[in-house]
């Protein structure tokens, strides 16, 4: 069974940082790409920013130059850093790890985690 937990949302000022953290644990044999995808209230799911097992990141317009997506080589361990948050930042942010596959070769398309909620106060 493959585990997807996020961690080190909180309440933070305007202007302020947090890293978010996404573990991965489980028998896995790889990981392709993992991202970090947030949802405010009433509003869809949106993209932040991912980056895949080759190393190559991608970010949404509105992460660029803010957020930063890291990971270690195999994704296990991912994080986000989110700098000079503003109040439209306040969302839960999710983690979803695309095409997993464990050591019996079992292929998991994608498995999102629980979240982590960020708040910014104006």
């Known amino acids: 069974q493959v585990e997807v937990v996020e961690s080190g949302g909180g309440l933070v000022t305007t202007g302020g940082s947090l890293r978010l953290s996404c573990a991965i644990s489980?028998?896995?044999?790889?990981?392709?790409?993992v991202g970090w995808y947030r949802q405010a209230d009433g509003k869809q799911r949106e993209w932040v920013a991912d980056t895949t097992r080759r190393g190559r990141t991608s970010y949404a317009d509105f992460a660029k130059g803010r957020f930063t997506i890291s990971g270690d080589n195999a994704l296990k361990s991912v994080y986000l850093q989110v700098n000079s948050l503003n109040p439209e930042d306040t969302a839960v942010y999710y983690c979803?790890?695309?095409?997993?596959?464990?050591?019996?070769?079992?292929?998991?398309?994608?498995?999102w985690g629980q979240g982590t909620l960020v708040t910014v106060s104006s």
């Open positions: 979803k790890a695309v095409r997993v596959t464990t050591n019996t070769n079992h292929r998991y398309l994608e498995l």
């Open positions: 489980g028998s896995i044999k790889s990981i392709d790409v």
